[in-house]
């Protein structure tokens, strides 16, 4: 496979996670590994290159029908342009000018969006959007005859409203969204969305003194202010977590501080199993620990309970 056109595509940059491997590399091969935790397995050692991957994952049909690297190529582009303010950040120097700032926002913004999560949130909100806009045009009667009218005209096809009724009535139904290259496409304007909000935000560093940070298949945390509880005088809160490595984690907040915060070792594992729990499946780290493995499950268990039913009912 040439080298512009890789199966096996990385939805968490590489290099990004070399920077969470065990300080301790493999006692047979001398590798530099990741501790790769999940809610069903036993915690393994794993190199970068294998971990985060999923083949042909930013690649569509194009309009001859052939496979399409174009997104894989731009984002290798965004990954190469910021590789020096990304490594500066992970060496605990946060940007001094614009350009660089707005460069390692993106990076973050990129590091959101382009996950299967990322990829999943943005096509099911499309679905959502599709969904209720059949059920209030069914539910409608005389907006539903006059679609069926013009849908006779387009097609030449007879089409009687109250058939329509029945067939959706019929019997179950789930929505899927199938066009791969929409999905991609939205994937890089919601990245500019993120970035912008981003850079609205103040950055500052939390450095892990005595301990380390780990990250996930989603790694980048965000959260609505509002929806935060009020504050005691003098505790901040962060809208935007991204560990950047294993000694630093970039937040983003809209309340006033210092450029970098010290963490005490039990206040980065209190981060750690937050970040754990924003995990779709995998914890990438530099080291096994058991909490690790307890909060993967416990999250698990609570996805699985709370579940979405996706058969959609029409009719109110």
Not at 56 to 71: A, I, K
Not at 81 to 97: E, F, H, I, N, Y
């Amino acid at each position: 496979m040439p080298g512009d056109k890789p199966k096996a595509q990385h939805f968490v940059q590489q290099k990004y996670l070399e920077a969470f491997c065990d300080p301790v590399t493999h006692e047979k091969t001398g590798s530099a590994v990741l501790w790769v935790h999940s809610a069903n397995h036993a915690p393994r050692r794993q190199v970068p290159k294998e971990c985060a991957v999923e083949n042909y994952f930013y690649c569509h049909e194009d309009e001859s029908g052939e496979r399409s690297f174009l997104g894989e190529r731009f984002l290798a582009d965004l990954e190469s342009a910021s590789g020096d303010v990304v490594k500066a950040a992970q060496a605990g120097v946060l940007p001094r000018t614009l350009r660089d700032r707005l460069t390692l926002t993106g990076y973050v913004a990129m590091s959101l969006v382009r996950t299967p999560t990322g990829k999943k949130h943005i096509d099911q909100a499309a679905i959502d959007q599709s969904v209720q806009q059949m059920r209030d045009l069914v539910n409608d009667p005389v907006r539903h005859a006059e679609f069926c009218a013009e849908m006779e005209k387009t097609t030449g096809k007879r089409m009687d409203p109250e058939e329509s009724i029945r067939k959706l009535s019929g019997g179950k139904v789930r929505a899927v969204q199938t066009n791969r290259g929409w999905s991609l496409r939205m994937m890089a304007e919601m990245m500019m969305l993120f970035q912008q909000r981003f850079m609205n935000m103040r950055l500052l560093l939390l450095h892990a003194n005595d301990a380390f940070f780990v990250t996930s298949d989603c790694p980048v945390a965000v959260h609505d202010p509002a929806t935060m509880p009020l504050l005691p005088r003098g505790f901040r809160s962060f809208e935007m977590r991204f560990p950047l490595s294993r000694e630093y984690c970039l937040a983003g907040t809209y309340s006033s501080g210092p450029a970098e915060v010290q963490l005490p070792s039990n206040q980065v594992e209190k981060l750690n199993r937050f970040l754990v729990r924003q995990a779709a499946r995998f914890v990438y780290a530099p080291f096994d620990a058991e909490y690790i493995q307890r909060e993967l499950q416990d999250a698990h268990a609570k996805k699985i309970a709370n579940q979405r039913d996706d058969v959609i009912q029409f009719f109110e």
